[in-house]
């Protein structure tokens, strides 16, 4: 998996350049503060480039941010002008760095990219080793009900900057026994000035998620889910909810 995202670190912030990372860090805010974390020490699994942690930052949280790329991480080194941010290569699953924390957060579907049991109860251990008693622990993921009735689709994204240019071909293929879509991507990066074309073929093994699975995981490493709900939202979920949102506590 390493090797899929260090590929993917040259292009990842173009691709999301129109993410919104200022609102999408509101609305986490706005969970937290739910639970009563309006400020403290956050930890983030999965921190990609490390623009959600600049966000949350600027909000007055202080975070430390882990990615299993070296690439990501080094991205998100070179850019942060915040003493409120730290970043360090670990994986979710197996990062211990003998602290708690006020809140542990984890975005962009890191847990869907846990495609088995093992791998998803070892992250949520993670987070919940990690969190003080009574912390907050909020993570987003690709909702079962909503990908069996609207299934992934074959697409095509193009975007550029001063730089490059980059079009990304998705083909999903969805394996309904694992609860796994695989999403493969063919990538080609042209550099404007030179001319130079890179092709990257990489695949992201996607697993779609349930709550009842996610109620008995979370307490089966100490924590209890508070709530489940749409992404950036606060309608339930139903059968067209695609993206899902769970805040869950360290008991």
């Known amino acids: 998996m390493t090797e899929v995202f260090d590929a993917y670190a040259a292009y990842y912030d173009l691709l999301y350049r129109d993410k919104d990372y200022p609102g999408e860090a509101r609305y986490v805010q706005s969970l937290l503060r739910k639970q009563g974390v309006s400020q403290g020490d956050l930890l983030e699994l999965g921190c990609g480039t490390g623009k959600h942690a600049e966000q949350l930052a600027r909000l007055g ?30 994986d979710a699953r197996s990062a211990r760095l003998n602290r708690t924390f006020n809140a542990a957060i984890s975005l962009f579907h890191v847990a869907s990219y846990q495609t088995t049991n ?4 070892a992250m949520l251990a ?32 193009h975007l550029e900057d001063e730089a490059i240019q980059v079009t990304r071909t998705a083909t999903p293929t969805l394996h309904p026994n694992e609860n796994v879509v695989d999403v493969h991507y063919a990538v ?38 508070l709530r489940a709900g749409r992404w950036m939202s606060d309608e339930e ?7 899902a949102v769970v805040t869950a506590r360290r008991t």
């Open 61 to 90: 949280y202080s975070v430390q941010g882990i990615d299993l790329s070296p690439s990501m991480i080094d991205i998100a080194r070179r850019r942060s002008a915040s003493d409120r941010t730290r970043f360090e290569v670990g």
């Open 118 to 121: 093992d791998d998803l109860a």
């Open 126 to 157: 993670t987070a919940a080793i990690h969190l003080k008693t009574g912390g907050i622990f909020v993570f987003d993921f690709w909702y079962g009900p909503g990908v069996l009735t609207d299934p992934p689709t074959h697409r095509v994204k």
């Open 188 to 225: 080609q990066v042209k550099q404007n000035k030179s001319g130079q074309v890179a092709n990257i073929e990489e695949t992201h093994h996607m697993r779609y998620l349930f709550l009842p699975e996610l109620t008995f995981m979370l307490q089966s490493v100490g924590m209890e889910m």
């Open 237 to 243: 979920l139903d059968s067209r909810s695609w993206q």
